[in-house]
């Protein structure tokens, strides 16, 4: 061997891993679930699909994620964002639902359901107002109203136990905890459909206060009522089936939404009927 050979530097270069060995992080790919601890490329080996390593971290640490599209009111306007995100829910649940977090800001999807109720409230104060002279009709349509907010806070939760939530996951300390929470803050913001409904049933009821002769402004009512809650029944089970890419979940919103509906409006039902009775004596 030559004295150059020795001296020369040896320029190959070693090839670097693709993966670092390392203990199990958690990191878990959004969708194929293949592992992804240890890796050096923000792309999943398993799927192909490339993912964000500083989310996926804040997700896996419980730091709260902002809601779509309602989470960026400082930047957008609290009003402009509000429209858009009803219109977005409204237009493309199932697409909604896939950007959904999986560790929301609970408080802010809350946030966000209040104010759904208070505007679906003040529509309908608007046929309200003009039954004020007849009091007896005045205070049966705001027990109505009452009725069917509360109907709607008992269904978000019978919905969210027995469609969203035949699940757990498992915490990094190895202690199961239930998808609950997360899965009622996506519920809640289903709420923008409450807006919707109040305005058909404000129209429905504002057409039959002055044209109560007219049968076929009744019979449209009721088709355009129907129609607005078959939508939103459709749209709720795209949106469980969607959530978490799970086909049971959408086999559930077809077939028990409807059960939570006539259950919590039975019970609500039964509860104003003691309620009347009460201050009727």
């Known amino acids: 061997m030559s004295l150059d050979s020795k001296c020369a530097p040896d320029h190959r270069v070693e090839q670097m891993p693709s993966t670092i060995t390392t203990d199990d992080e958690g990191l878990r790919c959004p969708e194929c679930e293949y592992n992804l601890t240890g890796l050096v490329h923000d792309v999943c080996p398993e799927c192909g699909q490339p993912f964000d390593r500083e989310k996926l971290l804040a997700e896996l640490a419980g730091v709260p994620a902002a809601i779509p599209i309602w989470g960026q009111r400082v930047e957008n306007g609290e009003l402009s964002s509000f429209v858009r995100t009803i219109l977005e829910i409204w237009s493309h649940p199932a697409r909604y639902a896939r950007r959904f977090p999986k560790n929301p800001d609970c408080d802010d999807a809350a946030n966000f359901a209040r104010w759904c109720l208070i505007v679906a409230s003040g529509i309908l104060l608007i046929p309200l107002i003009s039954l004020m002279p007849d009091l007896p009709r005045f205070v049966g349509g705001l027990l109505t109203c009452a009725a069917m907010m509360l109907t709607v806070l008992m269904c978000e939760r019978a919905i969210t136990a027995v469609v969203f939530v035949p699940e757990f996951k498992v915490t990094t300390v190895g202690r199961p905890k239930s998808w609950y929470p997360e899965s009622l803050a996506l519920v809640r913001m289903t709420r923008a459909y409450l807006p919707l409904s109040a305005s058909t ?28 809650g078959v939508y939103w029944w459709v749209s709720l089970a795209l949106i469980a089936g969607s959530y978490r890419k799970r086909s049971y979940n959408l086999v559930l919103g077809f077939l028990l939404i409807p059960l939570c509906v006539v259950v919590c409006t039975f019970v609500n039902a039964v509860m104003f009927g003691i309620v009347t009775s009460i201050m009727c004596f």
């Open 201 to 228: 049933t404000c129209a429905a009821w504002v057409a039959n206060l002055f044209m109560e002769q007219n049968g076929n402004v009744e019979s449209m009512s009721v088709i355009l009522l129907i129609a607005v």
